[in-house]
Each structure stands twice: as C-alpha cells, then as structure tokens.
C-alpha cells in the first residue's frame, strides 16, 4: 500500500495534482491552505481527504507531505511546520532548492516538480506531463519516481542546476509566449481589430515548432533582415516606447542569430 498524502496548498497545481495521485492508488488524507474554503473545495474532489488548518502534522497519518504553494511562501510554511516520524516532505517548485525543505525537521526530502501551466478551469491529463524529481537519497528517489510514473508516463531524475535551467527555459517558452499573445491582443484592440484574427496564425506557429523545431520555424522581417519594415514597425510604435523597446530587443536577437 503506497504512503497517504497530506497536500499542503489549495492552489492550481494541488487542484490537479491531488486528485491524480488518489485516481492512483496515493490516498490523500490531509488538505491544508491558509483559506480553509480553498481546501474544503479541494477535498470536495476527493475520497476521502480532512481538512486541517494547522501546519502541526504531528499526529498525522500521512507519511508523504507535498507543499504545493508559490515559491516564496515554501519557506515560511516550511519554518512553520511540525512533522511526525519519518515523514518525506516534497516541494513542487521548479526553482526553488531543494534545501529549502531543510527547515523543517523531516527525516527525508525531494521534489516533486510537474512541468505545466495549471489552471483551476482548465481540464489536465496528467499523464502527459513530464514530472521531474530530485531526492536527497536514493531510496527517495526511487520513492518519488515511483510516484511520479504512477500518474505520468514520463517521469526523470534532475539536479538542482538542471530543474532551475528547465525551469528558466519554461518561462520563456510559456510566460513569456503568453505575454507576447497578451501584447498582440493590446495592439489589435487599440486599432479596431478582432484579436481572433490571429488565432490560426498563433495555432500554426506552434504546430509548425512541434513538426520542425523553433529555428526552422521562424519567419518574419527580422529572420529575412528586411530592415526597411523593421523600420516601418518602430515607427509604428514610436508612442508606446515600452513596447517599441520590446520589439527592438527580439528583433535584434532575431538578426543576431540568422
């Protein structure tokens, strides 16, 4: 029988996360966030999970706890947790080390970091997210690879440098891609267009980075050096210089490379 869980987080990752591991045989016992209607709402999702408002896990049943909270709140809730025996403490963080869990005073630690955008809205398969663990011993490691491909079908060993250089690498491909998205919507809505408009190009352009790779994928003025409509584009955003900043940095990027 796999260890129960105490998820600790209410969020967006914990709202998809939870129900994935129970779905799998990792019976989530415990939900704690400092919004108790938050974990009241997550464990309406699941068998058979309480929720707890206190971060004094002392007399827990569980023996695997998974803090699923923003980055800058893992220590204060680490600072502040009490642990039972034997406990495995997880964080799911990305960027955070993994020696930021040393606060508590847990006999052994990991991460546990699922490689997506999550949102409460939207429905996730989790088996197609890569999940990426980091143990502080090797029988954690096995424990947490065995958790991982119980609701994965990929699931890798990373170090500390590595989950960082993934991580950075996500942001820009995901935060910073819906950045870029938002801004187009901006410039469109401000000139009477149809953000919609763009849908099948932005729907394309990823399509065409899956099947070719980014570098063959990329088009445009700066890719072709037709200065003469880089030109004509700053001039175009000459009032907004923030985003004529913007423009003026990718595309130099962009001539830099080709």
């Not at 309480?50 to 809730?77: K, N, Y």
Request: charged residues 25%; contains cysteine; hydrophobic residues 45%.
């Amino acid at each position: 029988m796999d260890a129960d869980i105490t998820i600790i987080g209410a969020g967006n990752l914990a709202w998809h996360l939870a129900p994935a591991l129970d779905n799998a045989g990792y019976a989530v016992r415990e939900v704690y966030s400092r919004n108790p209607q938050h974990a009241r709402q997550l464990t309406e999702r699941l068998y058979d999970a309480q929720v707890v408002e206190t971060l004094d896990f002392s007399a827990s049943p569980s023996g695997i706890f998974i803090i699923c909270v923003p980055d800058d709140a893992i220590e204060p809730v680490v600072r502040e947790m009490v642990l039972p025996d034997n406990a495995l403490l997880i964080h799911t963080s990305g960027s955070k080390p993994r020696q930021v869990l040393s606060f508590a005073a847990a006999e052994t630690t990991g991460v546990f970091y699922p490689l997506q955008t999550f949102s409460k809205a939207r429905r996730i398969d989790f088996s197609n997210i890569p999940v990426f663990v980091e143990a502080d011993t090797e029988e954690t490691e096995k424990t947490l690879v065995k958790m991982g491909k119980a609701i994965s079908r990929k699931v890798v060993v990373l170090n500390e440098q590595q989950r960082l250089a993934l991580h950075v690498a996500a942001v820009f491909a995901s935060n910073f891609t819906n950045h870029m998205l938002r801004l187009a919507h901006e410039i469109a809505e401000e000139n009477n267009l149809k953000p919609d408009w763009l849908n099948e190009l932005i729907a394309e352009t990823v399509n065409k980075v899956f099947d070719l790779g980014p570098e063959a994928s990329q088009t445009g003025p700066a890719r072709r050096g037709d200065l003469a409509t880089l030109d004509r584009h700053m001039e175009f955003l000459k009032e907004n210089h923030a985003l004529a900043e913007i423009y003026k940095i990718i595309s130099q990027d962009i001539l830099n490379r080709d």
